[in-house]
């Protein structure tokens, strides 16, 4: 993992003596975009433990998983890791707030809090159990929170840090990765121009490794500018066709999901420690539909027999990638921004007032980046 080097003690300025209500978007039951709802009257998520940070939001992006949740995806999980002892006065988690990512400065900070002081600008991605970041504040642990790159505006940062997490926990967690592990790599992205392909590409690059990219054609200009060495165009050729005259790969990442494991999986070398990553799991539809424990249950057998018929069958691993929370994962990548190795890909920016219109944008999908909300 990632170390933290610097240490401040922090100095605390509670806006919540001013102010006890806040501005956010709000959903007060699973739907369509039509119930997103702006309202004034939130509560402001004031620090509650001593490790806590409260940021005041001046940027937010949405990801796939806000148009999901909205809808209700992962509702049973979610519920769970929201209150595991069923503690909490209300059985409701409306009304909710969505908007993973966050760019924005720090206004208090509980007791124990040593990374970060009142006035730091800072960067996170706010886990989906947590209360979202399309309102004007948002509380974390510092842990999950990290200093933003200084090179970046707000509506650029806030465009990183959810398909960062995720990359860094896919890349790393799952398919063994690393910065000083990766220059002999060969590695295939699915779904090369959205927006964990857009940032993976970048950050395969800066450890060196060698990066082929599926994608539109109209996304090739994009993807390569941003250092993706090989591009094939699912939409035009048969692209399984086209990648197996390829030498085999190391690593594959999934950002697409459907059928892809069926035809990619011979892709990778055999026997020599390649694995398969893939973002788009069944976890939460499972749990979903069938409820925590066996949907729990149904998915990990699912992943168990593939990972055991793949390791036979083709010598490779199965494995699946999650976002995981985590700052001082999010400061390496701030170095990485500074140093001018990876570059914000924001393709559309709305003013906070139209939050459902940056929904309706990323539910007509093709996104070639990120789409970001200015919220201060
Ligand atoms: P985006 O919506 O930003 O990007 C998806 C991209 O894939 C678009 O650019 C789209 O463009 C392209 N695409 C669609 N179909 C294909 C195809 N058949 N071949 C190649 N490219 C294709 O999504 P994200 O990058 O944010 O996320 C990718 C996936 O990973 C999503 O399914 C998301 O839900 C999942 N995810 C999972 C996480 C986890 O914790 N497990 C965390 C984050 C994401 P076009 O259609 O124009 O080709």
Same mark, same amino acid.
């Given at each position: 993992g990632y170390s933290r080097v610097c240490s401040r003690r922090s100095v605390c300025s509670s806006p919540s003596r001013l102010q006890s209500c806040m501005s956010a978007w709000v959903i007060?039951?699973?739907?369509?975009?039509?119930?997103l709802r702006h309202t004034e009257e939130i509560t402001i998520p004031t620090i509650?433990? %001593?490790s806590e940070v409260m940021i005041q939001v001046h940027a937010a992006s949405l990801n796939p998983l806000d148009i999901s949740m909205r809808g209700g995806y992962g509702a049973t999980v979610l519920k769970l890791r929201r209150d595991p002892l069923s503690?909490?006065?209300?059985?409701?988690?409306?009304?909710l707030i969505l908007g993973r990512d966050v760019s924005g400065v720090v206004v208090d900070c509980g007791?124990?809090?040593?990374?970060f002081a009142p006035g730091d600008e800072v960067w996170a991605a706010v886990p989906p159990w947590k209360q979202g970041s399309l309102a004007e504040f948002v509380t974390l642990t510092e842990y999950e929170v990290s200093h933003k790159p200084?090179?970046?505006s707000h509506t650029e940062a806030a465009s990183i840090p959810y398909v960062a997490n995720t990359a860094l926990s896919a890349l790393?967690?799952? %398919?063994?990765?690393c910065r000083d592990s990766s220059s002999n790599k060969r590695i295939l992205i699915t779904g090369g121009s959205g927006g964990v392909g857009t940032f993976s590409i970048q950050l395969l690059k800066a450890w060196g490794a060698h990066v082929t990219v599926t994608c539109s054609q109209n996304a090739e200009g994009l993807v390569r500018g941003l250092g993706a060495d090989e591009v094939v165009d699912y939409t035009a050729v048969n692209v399984a066709d086209q990648l197996e005259i390829m030498e085999k790969f190391d690593v594959i990442i999934d950002?697409?999901?459907?059928?892809t494991e069926l035809w990619a999986m011979g892709l990778l070398k055999p026997w020599a420690g390649a694995k398969y990553v893939t973002l788009v799991t069944p976890l939460l539809h499972n749990t979903d539909s069938m409820g925590l424990l066996d949907g729990t249950f149904n998915a990990v057998c699912n992943l168990q027999s593939k990972a055991i018929q793949n390791i036979i069958s083709n010598g490779v691993f199965y494995r699946w990638g999650f976002y995981t929370p985590d700052g001082p994962a999010l400061d390496e990548v701030s170095r990485l921004v500074d140093a001018g190795k990876i570059l914000p890909v924001v393709e559309a920016q709305f003013p906070f007032a139209h939050v459902p219109q940056a929904f309706q944008k990323l539910e007509e999908?093709?996104?070639?980046g990120k789409t970001v909300v200015r919220v201060a």
């Amino acid at each position: 993992g990632y170390s933290r080097v610097c240490s401040r003690r922090s100095v605390c300025s509670s806006p919540s003596r001013l102010q006890s209500c806040m501005s956010a978007w709000v959903i007060d039951q699973y739907g369509t975009n039509g119930l997103l709802r702006h309202t004034e009257e939130i509560t402001i998520p004031t620090i509650s433990s %001593a490790s806590e940070v409260m940021i005041q939001v001046h940027a937010a992006s949405l990801n796939p998983l806000d148009i999901s949740m909205r809808g209700g995806y992962g509702a049973t999980v979610l519920k769970l890791r929201r209150d595991p002892l069923s503690v909490m006065n209300t059985d409701s988690e409306f009304p909710l707030i969505l908007g993973r990512d966050v760019s924005g400065v720090v206004v208090d900070c509980g007791a124990e809090v040593t990374h970060f002081a009142p006035g730091d600008e800072v960067w996170a991605a706010v886990p989906p159990w947590k209360q979202g970041s399309l309102a004007e504040f948002v509380t974390l642990t510092e842990y999950e929170v990290s200093h933003k790159p200084k090179l970046l505006s707000h509506t650029e940062a806030a465009s990183i840090p959810y398909v960062a997490n995720t990359a860094l926990s896919a890349l790393v967690n799952a %398919a063994g990765l690393c910065r000083d592990s990766s220059s002999n790599k060969r590695i295939l992205i699915t779904g090369g121009s959205g927006g964990v392909g857009t940032f993976s590409i970048q950050l395969l690059k800066a450890w060196g490794a060698h990066v082929t990219v599926t994608c539109s054609q109209n996304a090739e200009g994009l993807v390569r500018g941003l250092g993706a060495d090989e591009v094939v165009d699912y939409t035009a050729v048969n692209v399984a066709d086209q990648l197996e005259i390829m030498e085999k790969f190391d690593v594959i990442i999934d950002c697409v999901g459907g059928d892809t494991e069926l035809w990619a999986m011979g892709l990778l070398k055999p026997w020599a420690g390649a694995k398969y990553v893939t973002l788009v799991t069944p976890l939460l539809h499972n749990t979903d539909s069938m409820g925590l424990l066996d949907g729990t249950f149904n998915a990990v057998c699912n992943l168990q027999s593939k990972a055991i018929q793949n390791i036979i069958s083709n010598g490779v691993f199965y494995r699946w990638g999650f976002y995981t929370p985590d700052g001082p994962a999010l400061d390496e990548v701030s170095r990485l921004v500074d140093a001018g190795k990876i570059l914000p890909v924001v393709e559309a920016q709305f003013p906070f007032a139209h939050v459902p219109q940056a929904f309706q944008k990323l539910e007509e999908g093709h996104a070639r980046g990120k789409t970001v909300v200015r919220v201060a």
